[in-house]
């Protein structure tokens, strides 16, 4: 089945509600995983909703750290995802949404994985722009690479050439590929998915040789705008705060 698993809702930066995404997801027939920034509350409201209307769902998180990388994990139940938020992320939460105070290197082990049961890790967009370039810390990006089990090779709001590169990487690393929307609007999900074989929750092998996706500028523009407005928004609410 297809799955796309990189969308953000109101819960973070993105601009639609979880009942808009799964509804979208119903429509498309696709899983999906709802993957907010530093935030799990939404994703895991959503799973409820999804096993009642059949829609195959997996809670996810964007986690971003000081330094300003960023890693996706995924859980296997919604105890240990509540976990991960309320020991994890909640209490280090800063004025910037997308950055938690604290070390992505923090979070790189094994035993994180095995103690909040991710069972899945990906590098999202690894040629981004500035902090989000894995290769801006080439000692921390190594590491991050080690730890992951997949890589974003195609992400809706990079462009080819990124994207181009992240293909190459994923190769040369030997990593499961995925390719996501990183949708910030209803319009975007769906428009890049990963075939997914799991046994259970172990991913057998993915394929995204399906997706057939040419730059869009004008759907790049108006998520940027959305990104821009509700992250502006949230720094300045906590600094009146």
């Known amino acids: 089945m297809n799955y796309d698993l990189h969308i953000h809702s109101n819960f973070s930066d993105g601009k639609a509600s979880i009942r808009e995404i799964l509804s979208k997801a119903k429509e498309l027939n696709i899983g999906i995983s709802i993957t907010d920034h530093n935030e799990l509350r939404g994703s895991i409201i959503a799973s409820k909703i999804a096993k009642k209307l059949n829609i195959p769902f997996i809670i996810g998180v964007e986690l971003g750290t000081k330094e300003g990388k960023e890693m996706l994990l995924y859980f296997k139940d919604e105890c ?13 939460k800063t004025s910037r949404m997308t950055r938690i105070n604290r070390y992505m290197s923090e979070f790189l082990s094994a035993d994180l994985k095995i103690k909040y049961n991710i069972f899945l890790a990906i590098i999202p967009h690894p040629f981004g722009v500035l902090y989000k370039n894995i290769y801006n810390d ?16 195609i992400n809706a709001s990079q462009s080819s050439k990124s994207n181009t590169l992240s293909k190459i990487l994923c190769a040369q690393k030997q990593k499961l590929a995925f390719a996501s929307s990183d949708a910030h609007l209803i319009k975007n999900i769906g428009k890049l998915s990963t075939n997914i074989t799991f046994d259970k929750y172990n991913i057998l092998k993915t394929d995204i040789s399906h997706n057939n996706y040419k730059d869009d500028f004008l759907t790049l523009i108006q998520s940027l705008y959305q990104i821009s407005k509700i992250n502006l928004n949230y720094f300045l609410k906590d600094k009146i705060n």
């Open 138 to 153: 080439m000692p921390l990006g190594e590491k991050m690479i080690e730890f992951c089990d997949g890589i974003e090779c």
């Open 80 to 92: 240990y995802a509540k976990k991960f938020y309320e020991n994890e992320i909640k209490p280090f």
